[in-house]
Structures are given as structure tokens and as C-alpha cells.
């Protein structure tokens, strides 16, 4: 069971715009701790790709960003593009005694 | 540029020892927390520990305290993860990655994983 729930999957057209959620609690994402994203490739380790809520690393590209209201966090992907599918992971850091740093589930995207 | 480079793959039986490796490069390795993330087949990541090479100090999730050890060799540049008995639930890929903060450290409530290592892939089977 993992801390921070996100949709096991979501799915677009090329071109189109995604949403994916990650719902934490108050001892996390509500108590203001920050939220990141990583994107994980078939077969690579994950990289980072949204840091401290909306910031997008060199690289990145700005179809890419994220937003934190609340206990919840999304992240959008403008502009899908087949390269785009992949697994992503949202973290925080919690501040009860489960753990420290935290992960999602992780989401499967499906570009069509 | 900030690389981690972790050791091979690893195929062990219930019972045996083993340690993997990552080495950092391209960084102060000795004043950056690094973090071991599991992620079992097929699964989502789990953060498992870090640990500040600087001083060996280091931070359990109490999901995996007293299954494996971390530690470090800043003389090297590498810091390790270590199992005295694995088991068949082990089988993973392991990850780690350096741990950015902001000034207020490492607690702060801020901090994020900027560079992963490969990964090494650790099979545990009789």
C-alpha cells in the first residue's frame, strides 16, 4: 500500500492533454511539504521530472508541468507524444512514523 | 555531470550475502545524502534509506530497519547496500540516488531525488 494514491492508469491521443493525480493526507502533501515527479521509461530508472511542486529541470520539456492544492498534486502533459509513455511517480515527504519519503503507486500512461 | 554508476546484476540463493555498489561522480559525493529505492517486478518504488557519506550518518525507512545496512566510502566516492540473508522476496531492482535539499536540510520536507543510478537488478532464487 502506498502512501500517495494515483490512477493505476491513464490513456490519450497523440497531441492531446493528461492529467495525472496524486492524493496524499495531512501528514504529507497537506501538512506543505513539496511534491515531485519522475518519469520512468520502459526499461530505465526513473528521472526526475518536476521538482518542488511545478519546476521542470533542464531538459524537460515545458509540455510538462505540475500544481499542489491542498492534500493533492497533478501533473499535466500538454501536447502527448508517443515518446511520453511511460511510468510516473509522484513523492512527497511525510511526516509520521511510515515512512519519510514517499512515492505513489505510479501510473501507467498509454499514448493511443 | 553528476553520474551514479551502480554494480552489475546479482543472482543469488535464500540465505547468502551480498552487497551492491554506486559510485558518484561529478559532485561533492561526500556532502550529498544518497538514497537506496526499491522496486520489486512489475511494482512502484519504496524508499528504503539514505545516507550522508560526509559522516556515515544514516536514515531507515522502518519498512526495511535491520533487513539491509547502508554505508558508505567517501575516500571512494561509493556508497553501498548490503544484505546479511536474502530472501526470496528480495528479488528487486535497486536504486540509488542523490538526495537534493535546500538549506534547511535534508528534513526539511523539500527534498527530491535529481540523479538515479541504472539500477541493479538482484534475483534471489534456490
Known amino acids: 500500500q502506498f502512501v500517495l494514491t494515483q490512477p493505476p492508469s491513464v490513456s490519450g491521443a497523440p497531441g492531446q492533454r493528461v492529467t495525472i493525480s496524486c492524493t496524499g493526507s495531512?501528514?504529507?502533501?497537506?501538512?506543505?511539504?513539496?511534491v515531485h515527479w519522475y518519469q520512468q521509461l520502459p526499461g530505465t530508472a526513473p528521472r526526475l521530472l518536476i521538482y518542488r511542486n511545478n519546476n521542470r529541470p533542464s531538459g524537460v520539456p515545458d509540455r510538462f508541468s505540475g500544481s499542489k492544492s491542498g492534500t493533492s498534486a497533478s501533473l499535466a502533459i500538454t501536447g502527448l507524444q508517443a515518446e511520453d509513455e511511460a511510468d510516473y511517480y509522484c513523492?512527497?515527504?511525510?511526516?509520521?512514523?511510515?515512512?519519510?519519503?514517499?512515492f505513489g503507486g505510479g501510473t501507467k500512461l498509454t499514448v493511443l | 555531470e553528476v553520474q551514479l554508476v551502480q554494480s552489475g546484476a546479482e543472482v543469488k540463493k535464500p540465505g547468502e550475502s551480498l552487497k551492491i555498489s554506486c559510485k558518484g561522480s561529478g559532485y561533492s559525493f561526500a556532502s550529498s545524502w544518497i538514497g537506496w529505492v526499491r522496486q520489486k517486478p512489475g511494482k512502484g518504488l519504496e524508499w528504503m534509506g539514505i545516507?550522508?557519506?560526509?559522516?556515515?550518518?544514516?536514515i531507515y525507512s522502518p519498512s526495511f530497519q535491520g533487513q539491509v545496512t547502508i554505508s558508505a566510502d567517501k575516500s571512494i566516492s561509493t556508497a553501498y547496500l548490503q544484505w546479511s540473508s536474502l530472501k526470496a522476496s528480495d528479488t528487486a531492482m535497486y536504486y540509488c540516488?542523490?538526495?537534493?535539499?535546500?538549506?534547511?536540510?535534508?528534513?526539511?520536507?523539500?527534498?527530491?531525488?535529481?540523479?538515479w543510478g541504472q539500477g541493479t537488478l538482484v534475483t534471489v532464487s534456490s
Open positions: 545516507i550522508y557519506p560526509g559522516d556515515s550518518d544514516s
Open positions: 513523492q512527497s515527504y511525510d511526516s509520521s512514523l511510515s515512512a519519510l519519503w514517499v
Open positions: 495531512s501528514s504529507n502533501i497537506g501538512a506543505g511539504f513539496d
Open positions: 540516488a542523490r538526495l537534493q535539499h535546500d538549506s534547511y536540510g535534508v528534513m526539511s520536507g523539500v527534498s527530491y531525488f535529481d540523479f
